[in-house]
């Protein structure tokens, strides 16, 4: 299961990448997440159902430091081998 998540508020300059990638990789998810210009985060994420379900709920909370506004979500197609952090887009 592939999912593409766009996490919009405070998401960026509180550490939000480096603990999705953490919570990822915990999961054992694949994928990648990175900025956007428009000061929001953007994901991708795949694996166990249970667990991409477990990172969308994850991310509607996030680290601390953020305020999470919106999580938007949609199906999309695998695309990694790992997780990783990406250049901001």
Do not use: C, H
């Not at 299961?1 to 508020?9: D, S």
């Amino acid at each position: 299961m592939a999912k593409r998540l766009v996490i919009t508020g405070l998401v960026q300059g509180v550490g939000y990448r480096a603990a999705f990638e953490r919570q990822a990789v915990a999961l054992g998810l694949r994928g990648w997440v990175r900025n956007r210009r428009d000061g929001s985060v953007e994901a991708e994420v795949d694996g166990d159902a249970a667990a991409v379900e477990a990172i969308v709920v994850w991310a509607r909370k996030g680290p601390p430091a953020s305020r999470v506004d919106g999580v938007a979500v949609e199906n999309t197609a695998a695309s990694a081998d790992s997780f990783s952090i990406l250049p901001t887009a």
